[in-house]
């Protein structure tokens, strides 16, 4: 799947810290079921029409929000992307609005929060803005009878012919809701009431009973309760086949899986060297966005490889300044929790080094002791010359191949699994 062919994109707002919710991690991160808010929501998303898929999570959160992205999405992963959300929603939302296609004529703005809302919903909402150019919301009739108060006090009637519930996704043209988020100078409760104070027309069309919000813990009972009793209405299971067989590679029985990784680095860095997780004093820095240690980015790309969650530019690109010269125990320790987070566990890397220099047989053991305490499993390594040939031969940088085993584990809920 390429951005050329796909015109729309869902930004799926996951950014928020869950107070109200008290589970103790952010909300998105809650489980439901075996499965999070997070991924009941994605699930949706991947059954409705291809779209671009922008996550936006806590910044901390990043990379288990693009691990649980990657699950949910299976072959399509190459329509994810996940970004850090900002101080408050209109922050998040624009960090993923700068993040859509340039392909993309109708944006789509969802809370994660409402995790069960069926695809048809989705679909219907980016169909009418593009056949109408509005703005588009789902929204629900107002059954309750809604009183006007002062304090404790009831002082008048509502008409509840005029008022609607509003859901999500929100659909609009991109062009129109860009320019909207341009001009805002305020705050506003959500993106329809910031189009319409531009002055474009909103419409509404039919919104879903199981679009409700998960705000506080009686919602997310009703969540459990709605999945528990009627598991072929949510967005969980379905009732197509496809989705169905997309679930049972992901919530069966899974194999052990072997993934390879490879890095090479020049030598030309600033301070010192930095390799296998140790510092060699004395020797010429290795070059690169981080602390150029080749043997650990190697690793991880080997270990993500293998669980099938992408590489080390998929998780620790330059949009996370919070690597630029991060050692091998921080990207190790991240990538533990991305795997973690997928229902991944390391089994043991293996790592063989190429280069003249460092010499590395009198460090080895301290190496697999550092690398392997950052991990949580085994790590053993080995090094080896290229007898003159190549760049490694005229010490010019480091290569280093790595093969790493990764073991399936209970899929839980992402804040148990991760402690939060």
Known sequence: MTSTRIDTAIIVVAAGNGIRLGAGAPKAFVGIDEYSILAHCLRGVFRADPMQVIVVAPADRVGEALAVAHAEAGERGDRVTVVAGGANRQDSVAAGLSRVWPTVKVVLVHDAARALTPPDVIDGVARVVRETGHAVIPALDVIDTIKRVDGSRIT?????????????????????????????????TDDAALVADAGHDVIRVAGSELGFKITRPDDLARAREVIRRAPENSA??????????HLAEFSGPRQPRVGV?????????????????LEWPGEQAL???????????????????????????????TDRPEFAGAHADAFLSETVRILAAAGWAVGNVSVQIQASRPRFSSRRTEAEQALAAALGAPVSVSATTTDGLGFTGRAEGVQVFAVALVVPTARRGIADKLGG
């Open 261 to 277: 990784g490879t890095d090479v680095h020049a030598y030309g860095g600033d301070g010192s060297l930095w390799l296998a997780g």
């Open 287 to 317: 070059s690169g966005h981080s602390d150029g240690d080749a043997v650990a980015h190697a690793m991880v790309d080997a270990v993500l490889n293998a669980a099938g969650l992408g590489d080390i530019g998929t998780h620790f690109g």
């Open 156 to 188: 008048g009637v509502v008409d509840r012919a005029e008022l609607a519930a509003a859901q999500t996704p929100q659909g609009f043209r991109r062009d129109v809701l860009v320019a909207a988020y341009e001009r805002a100078t305020e705050e506003f």
């Open 236 to 245: 969980a299971t379905g009732r197509n086949p496809e989705n169905r067989q």
